[in-house]
């Protein structure tokens, strides 16, 4: 089944505490990007990647790392969480960056920092 | 002005009815434009990709307006299963400003009742 995705589900760490959110896919894509999802402010895109090696930042990259050193995995790397960090994060990949291709998402992964 | 601008409802209606979501984008640049459906606290998922001569499956009808820049859902006979909060999704290609990313509208809600 062509899917993407990231584990964990549910994460409560603490602040300061380095931590990994690790995305997959199966379907060769390309491209792949984070999103983080808040009330009243939608998915706003932290980083993406259109290829191994080769990422870049998004609209909301502070406090976050990324690495892509295989094309199926696109780590999201949380240096040292803080609070304000607590969100819903969405891992997507899509065979092409632009033209009528749409993302398939991962199921999300809910974390908390407290 | 905001990239992709959604009325957010609540969209309440009863079960049979038709009902209608409007969206509007600043890009004229723009080049694809997507319906995602997402569900509480779930991934967004595909609905269906708008084109220019407009487009139907099943019971929904997507509508592309280049000149006014503006992307219409029509959903008829509506069901129970149809709840979820639906997204208006561009790219604006690589000349937009967007860098060939997904831009996402902040989503309407549905509500519908028996």
């Known amino acids: 089944e062509a899917q993407v995705t990231q584990n964990p589900r549910y994460l409560i760490t603490v602040t300061g505490k380095k931590l990994t959110v690790t995305c997959s896919q199966n379907?060769?894509?390309?491209?792949m990007s984070w999103y983080r999802q808040d009330p009243g402010l939608g998915l706003r895109q932290i980083y993406y990647?259109?290829?191994?090696?080769?990422?870049d930042k998004g609209d909301v990259p502070e406090g976050y790392k990324v690495s892509r050193k295989e094309k199926r995995n696109f780590p999201l790397i949380l240096e040292s969480p803080s609070p304000n960090q607590t969100s819903l994060y969405f891992c997507?990949?899509?065979?092409?960056?632009?033209?009528?291709?749409?993302?398939?998402f991962g199921s999300g992964t809910r974390l908390t920092v407290v | 002005r905001k990239e992709v601008e959604q009325d957010p409802g609540p969209f309440n209606v009863p079960e049979g009815a038709t009902v209608a979501f409007n969206c509007t984008y600043s890009?004229?640049?723009?080049?694809?434009f997507f319906w995602y459906r997402q569900d509480c606290r779930k991934e967004p998922k595909l609905l269906m990709s708008?084109?220019?001569s407009g487009n139907e499956d099943g019971r929904f009808t997507a509508q592309l307006n280049r000149a006014s820049q503006y992307i219409s859902l029509l959903i008829r006979d509506s069901k129970l299963s149809d709840s979820a909060t639906y997204l208006c999704?561009?790219?604006?290609?690589?000349?937009?400003?967007?860098?060939?990313?997904?831009?996402f509208g902040k989503g309407t809600k549905l509500s519908v009742k028996p």
């Open positions: 890009n004229s640049a723009s080049q694809s």
């Open positions: 708008v084109y220019s």
């Open positions: 999704v561009v790219n604006m290609g690589y000349y937009g400003g967007s860098q060939g990313n997904l831009i």
């Open positions: 379907m060769n894509h390309e491209y």
């Open positions: 997507a990949s899509s065979a092409q960056r632009w033209g009528p291709y749409g993302y398939t």
């Open positions: 990647s259109m290829n191994v090696e080769v990422t």
